[in-house]
């Protein structure tokens, strides 16, 4: 049986959201479909430890602020996730789960949206899917040789899985920090980044980082010479623990090793680190496997967008995959913006 609506929203989670609440104010019919079997998005699935980078009323969603968390300035995850259930809740989103999309096709003026659900006709599709499903892994010679564990920041949960082993921590982002400072009491801890870790200073969070990415997009629309954007700023935002932990000198980072042996890794220079497990805090890729059979992606995998529009189906919008959907759309407080004028696209594009 195929169903109809004016909007398809593939991904319930905080973009997807954020895109339902901007639809329903212009009055459109929309169902959101999420992979999930519980509302929170890839929030409910993070390490125990997680916090945000901003206190939690600059953390929020359109429309509903984020109240703050008990003795907490930057709430964890599973505030993040209680938030976004009553966000759902609240607004009363038509979110239909567990349902996976299969593909996102062209069926004359409308898109057809298969899934293990049924099949969907819709007039456009927003893809929110993210990227927590896709974890990206670096090819680094004797990967496959290693004895020990190996897992991704998606597989990590916390120290007690890990106390008294060796451990090397992978990535000079926040991820990699955050972690690397949750084991640093409690394991053997090796750190091991690109370059050497940038601390942003420790009065910039969340709410700095959007606004200066917002003063880079306003800038570069209106011709003008921008700022270094975020990454000129830093790469870890010195969250409490991360700050502690750093304050308290367990944080010393290594460079990148060049192999990985069957015990440990080892460098160029002879120095070697023992290892039980390895964690690779080395981010995402977006999960857009789902509009392969739309053929909209361009050199190297990339869908080029024009705001959150794809160039090659104006029918498509792509939001809270990073900047090149909408400054900081990747981010709670980022995802508001570009979904409001994808919504309004779609408005307009349905008049």
């Known amino acids: 049986m195929t169903q109809h609506t004016d909007v398809v929203v593939i991904g319930g989670g905080q973009s997807g959201l954020a895109a339902g609440y901007h639809l329903r104010r212009l009055g459109l019919d929309f169902v959101v479909l999420d992979a999930q079997a519980t509302p929170g998005g890839a929030w409910q699935h993070t390490w125990d430890s997680l916090r945000l980078f901003s206190p939690a009323a600059y953390s929020s969603l359109p429309g509903r602020l984020m109240p703050p968390q008990a003795d907490e300035t930057y709430p964890d995850a599973a505030h993040v996730v209680a938030y976004l259930t009553d ?93 690397a400072a949750d084991l640093a009491y409690d394991a053997d801890l090796t750190w091991v980044t690109l370059r050497e870790p940038r601390y942003l200073a420790d009065d910039i969070d969340g709410r700095a980082l959007f606004d200066h990415a917002s003063a880079r997009r306003r800038a570069l629309d209106e011709g003008r010479t921008a700022n270094g954007g975020v990454a000129s700023l830093g790469d870890i935002v010195a969250v409490p623990p991360v700050r502690a932990a750093r304050d308290a000198g367990f944080l010393k980072a290594q460079p990148m090793f060049d192999r990985i042996t069957p015990t440990g890794v080892t460098w160029a220079d002879g120095m ?57 759309s990747a981010t709670l407080i980022g995802v508001g913006r570009p979904a409001r004028e994808a919504a309004r696209a779609i408005a307009d594009l349905l008049r």
């Open 272 to 328: 070697t680190a023992e290892a039980d497990a390895i964690i690779w805090c080395t981010g995402f890729r977006p999960a857009l496997a789902h509009l392969a059979p739309l053929g909209v992606r361009g050199p190297r995998g990339h869908i080029p967008t024009d705001g959150t529009r794809a160039v090659a189906e104006p029918r498509l919008h792509l939001l809270g995959y990073g900047d090149w959907t909408g400054p900081a």
């Open 87 to 179: 966000y759902e809740q609240r607004y009363d989103l038509p979110v239909h789960r567990p349902v996976r999309v299969t593909g996102v096709h062209r069926d004359g003026e409308l898109l057809r949206v298969e899934s293990d659900a049924g099949t969907w006709q819709a007039r456009a599709v927003v893809s929110a899917t993210g990227t927590w499903s896709r974890p990206f892994l670096p090819a680094v010679p004797g990967r496959t040789e290693f004895r020990g564990r190996q897992l991704h920041t998606v597989e990590y949960r916390g120290p007690k899985d890990f106390t008294g082993e060796r451990v090397v921590v992978v990535g000079g982002g926040n991820s990699g920090a955050q972690i």
